[in-house]
T-cell receptor
C-alpha cells in the first residue's frame, strides 16, 4: 500500500515564525503536491513537483515556498507565518504512469496565533 | 474559481438508501475523479472516469459522465453508516496530473 506521511497532525505556531511542513511518500512516486483545505473553499493547490529539485506554482503560492531535495520528500515552508495561513494542509503524491490518482497524507492542521 | 462544484453541499439519508451526488465543471476535461474524505483525514481515491467514457462501476459505486452537460454523478447504492464522509470530484483539463477539486458533498448515513 502507498503510504504518505506528514510530520505533524496538529501544529500551533505564532505569527512571524518560520514553519516547515514535511511530507514523505514511500512508493517512489515522481509527483508530489501540497494543498490547503478551508471550509467553503475546497482544496486549493499551493505547489507541486514533478521531479527532484523541480517545483511549479499552483493556484495560491503566495506566502509559501517548497523544497524537494529527495524524491520521497516534499517540504512546504511558510517563511513568515500569518493568521490567514491557519488551515488544514494536505500532501499528495502520484505516479506519472497513473497520473491522476493521487494518494494523500492524513493532513496537518496548522493554527497560527 | 473552482472547476468542479458538487451538489448538494450536504446530504443526509438512512442506511440502506441510495445516495447521489453531482459535480458540474466549467471547461472541457480529460478525466474526472471522485475522492472520499473521512472527517479530519486525507482524501482517498475512489474512481476515475475518462472523458470518452459515460459510465463506470466499482463495487457499490456508479459514476456517470455527461460531457455535453459538463456534469458527473456519483451514486452509492445500499449505503452504510461507514459511508459517512465528504465526497469530492476532481477534474483535470491539462493532461498534466494537476487536478482541480470542488468543495465537496458531506454525506451522513444514519444507522
Amino acid at each position: 500500500d502507498v503510504k504518505v506521511t506528514q510530520s505533524s497532525r496538529y501544529l500551533v505556531k505564532r505569527t512571524g515564525e518560520k514553519v516547515f511542513l514535511e511530507c514523505v511518500q514511500d512508493m517512489d512516486h515522481e509527483n508530489m503536491f501540497w494543498y490547503r483545505q478551508d471550509p467553503g473553499l475546497g482544496l486549493r493547490l499551493i505547489y507541486f513537483s514533478y521531479d527532484v529539485k523541480m517545483k511549479e506554482k499552483g493556484d495560491i503560492p503566495e506566502g509559501y515556498s517548497v523544497s524537494r531535495e529527495k524524491k520521497e520528500r516534499f517540504s512546504l515552508i511558510l517563511e513568515s507565518a500569518s493568521t490567514n495561513q491557519t488551515s488544514m494542509y494536505l500532501c499528495a503524491s502520484s505516479r506519472t504512469a497513473s497520473l491522476y490518482t493521487q494518494y494523500f497524507g492524513p493532513g496537518t492542521r496548522l493554527t497560527v496565533l | 474559481s473552482q472547476q468542479g462544484e458538487e451538489d448538494p453541499q450536504a446530504l443526509s439519508i438512512q442506511e440502506g438508501e441510495n445516495a447521489t451526488m453531482n459535480c458540474s465543471y466549467k471547461t472541457s476535461i480529460n478525466n474526472l475523479q471522485w475522492y472520499r474524505q473521512n472527517s479530519g483525514r486525507g482524501l482517498v481515491h475512489l474512481i476515475l472516469i475518462r472523458s470518452n467514457e459515460r459510465e463506470k462501476h466499482s463495487g457499490r459505486l456508479r459514476v456517470t459522465l455527461d460531457t455535453s452537460k459538463k456534469s458527473s454523478s456519483l451514486l452509492i447504492t445500499a449505503s452504510r453508516a461507514a459511508d459517512t464522509a465528504s465526497y469530492f470530484c476532481a477534474t483535470d483539463n491539462t493532461n498534466a496530473g494537476k487536478s482541480t477539486f470542488g468543495d465537496g458533498t458531506t454525506l451522513t448515513v444514519k444507522p
